[in-house]
C-alpha cells in the first residue's frame, strides 16, 4: 500500500491553520478587548505582550494557503471565489492591525487614539471574516465541473454571521486568558473579569452552533450521528464542559496564571475538532473530497519535500521566540 499524499496533505493544512488560529487568536483578541481598557499604559503592556512574536505568528496562515493552493488547487480555486470579499475584508483587516500595532507607539498623544481605535477594528474585521469562511465552509459550495457555481453573496447568511461573532468571541477569550498568563495587577484581575462572561457568551455560541449545523445540513446530522463518527463526537460535548468548568475555577483563583491560557487553547482545539468532524472527507462540502479535490501525486510529493524541511524551522524558531519572551510583562518595557 502507498503513501496517501492527500492525507498527508490535508494534515499539514489543518495542521497549520490550527497554528494560525491559536497564535494569531490572542494578539487579535488583544485588539478587540481594547474598548474593556482604557488607561493608555495596560494598553501598551497588552501589545507588548504579543510584539516579539505577533509577526511570526502569521507565519502558518501562509503555509496553510500556499499549502491549499498546490496541493489541492480546485479547493483553492472554489473557496477563493466563492469567498473573495470576506477574505479580502480579512486582509484588509489584517493590514490595518498591522500599520496600527507598528504605528501606535511612533505616533504621537494627540494621534495615539486614532492607531488603537484601527487596531481595534482592523482585529475585528480579521477576525469576524475569518468567522464567516468557516461558516461558509460549512454550508458548503455549489460547484459544477470545476468551478464555483454560487453568486458573491453567497457567504452572506445568518448562520455564517453568528460563526463570525462566534469567532469574535473565542478570540477575545483567548486573548483576555492570554493576559491572564503575561500580565500583572490590576489588568491581570481586570481580565479575570472580563473573561467570565465571554467564556459564558462562548459556551452560548457553541451551543446554538452545534444545534443550528444538524438542524440545517442533513448530510452534517448523518455524519455525526452514524458510527463510527458518533464515538469521535461523543467526548467532544464533555470535554466542553469539563473544560469550561476548570476554566472558571482558574479564574477565581488569583494564584492560577498559565492553566487558564492552556484550557481556553483546549476549548478552541475541541470546536476545531467538531468542525473536522463535519466536513470529513470533503475539502469542498458537501460534495468534493480530497482526492477529488488533489493535485497529481507528483506535484505533492514535490512540495512535501520542501515542507518537511520549512516546518520544523518554523516550529523551532516559533518555540525559540515564546521561550526567549516567557514571563511577565512589565509596564515600560517592550516594543519601541
Partial sequence: MGIDLSIIWFVIIVFATLMY?????????????FPFIRDPHDRDVMV??????????????????????GAFPLAYAVIIDALTIPLTAMLIGLIFRGVAFEFRFKATESHRPFWDISFLCG?????????VAVGAVINGFPVEGRSFAGGALDWLTPFNLFCGLGL???????????LVM????PL???????????LLALLVTIAIIS???????????????????????????VLVVLFSLWLWRCLNNPHSHTLAFVLTLGLIFLGFSGLGISIWPHIIPPSITIWQAAAPPASQGFMLVGALLIIPVILVY???????????????????
Avoid: C
Fill in 318 to 336: 516559533t518555540f525559540w521566540s515564546y521561550y526567549v519572551f516567557r514571563g511577565k510583562v512589565q509596564h515600560g518595557e517592550g516594543y519601541h
Fill in 21 to 33: 488560529i491559536v497564535m494569531d487568536g490572542f494578539d487579535l483578541g488583544i485588539g478587540i478587548l
Fill in 188 to 198: 491581570q484581575d481586570r481580565m479575570r473579569v472580563v473573561a467570565k462572561p465571554l
Fill in 211 to 237: 444545534a443550528w449545523t444538524p438542524l440545517t445540513h442533513p448530510d452534517i446530522a448523518d455524519r455525526w450521528f452514524s458510527f463510527p463518527n458518533l464515538w469521535f463526537l461523543l467526548p467532544v460535548p
Fill in 48 to 69: 507588548n505582550s504579543v510584539a516579539p512574536v505577533w509577526d511570526g505568528n502569521e507565519t502558518w496562515l501562509v503555509l496553510g494557503g500556499a499549502g491549499l493552493f
Fill in 182 to 185: 503575561k500580565s500583572e495587577n
Fill in 168 to 178: 469574535v468571541i473565542a478570540y477575545a477569550l483567548l486573548g483576555a486568558s492570554w
Fill in 123 to 131: 482585529s475585528i474585521l480579521a477576525t469576524f471574516s475569518q468567522g
